[in-house]
């Protein structure tokens, strides 16, 4: 997919979030700090990786910036609802920022943190795959947790399967 226009990825964008939102909301509170194996991301690190490298790598570089992430501890924010406080803010900065690229900016290169250049396009693209790629981890842990997670367009695989031809 490329893309050409920032007004229809803001677009498109949004639509990426609502569905991660959705899995945010059903997060158990008592459940953030939850991690399957000691030493990897809890569920709390996952929300704020997503909302940090959103905002400190992906905005920063798509500027012609450097990264300033410097990772997902708790002191970004701690506890539920000062996560989904912080990962909201990240979001609403980042958006500040994309919207004020032109269709002429997404053509650019801008340099990743590896020090390779990238067509801007591209770097979103990559950053909604990077967010895609997260949820999923969320929705391992909660299935992990069974806690029953929202179906991201609307029917469960099951629902699918149940209202297909036999």
């Given at each position: 997919m490329e893309i050409t226009s920032i007004k229809s990825f803001l677009d498109y964008y949004e639509r990426i979030r609502e569905r991660t939102n959705r899995v945010v909301q059903v997060i158990p509170p008592d459940k953030i700090d939850w991690s399957y194996k000691p030493g990897k991301f809890t569920i709390a690190d996952i929300v704020r990786h997503i909302a940090a490298i959103e905002r400190y790598m992906y905005a920063e570089?798509?500027?012609?910036?450097?990264?300033?992430?410097?990772g997902c501890g708790k002191e970004l924010a701690d506890g539920y609802e000062n996560i989904v406080t912080y990962f909201n803010a990240m979001h609403q900065e980042s958006v500040e920022i994309f919207s004020r690229l032109s269709d002429e900016d997404l053509q650019r290169k801008c340099v990743t943190?590896?020090?390779g250049e990238i067509t801007t396009w591209k770097w979103l693209r990559a950053m909604v795959e990077h967010e895609i790629h997260h949820r999923a981890q969320l929705y391992i842990y909660l299935n992990m947790l069974d806690v029953k997670t929202p179906p991201?367009?609307?029917?469960?695989?099951?629902?699918?399967q149940a209202n297909s031809l036999k």
């Amino acid at each position: 997919m490329e893309i050409t226009s920032i007004k229809s990825f803001l677009d498109y964008y949004e639509r990426i979030r609502e569905r991660t939102n959705r899995v945010v909301q059903v997060i158990p509170p008592d459940k953030i700090d939850w991690s399957y194996k000691p030493g990897k991301f809890t569920i709390a690190d996952i929300v704020r990786h997503i909302a940090a490298i959103e905002r400190y790598m992906y905005a920063e570089n798509v500027q012609g910036k450097p990264s300033c992430y410097h990772g997902c501890g708790k002191e970004l924010a701690d506890g539920y609802e000062n996560i989904v406080t912080y990962f909201n803010a990240m979001h609403q900065e980042s958006v500040e920022i994309f919207s004020r690229l032109s269709d002429e900016d997404l053509q650019r290169k801008c340099v990743t943190p590896g020090g390779g250049e990238i067509t801007t396009w591209k770097w979103l693209r990559a950053m909604v795959e990077h967010e895609i790629h997260h949820r999923a981890q969320l929705y391992i842990y909660l299935n992990m947790l069974d806690v029953k997670t929202p179906p991201i367009f609307g029917l469960t695989a099951e629902e699918v399967q149940a209202n297909s031809l036999k």
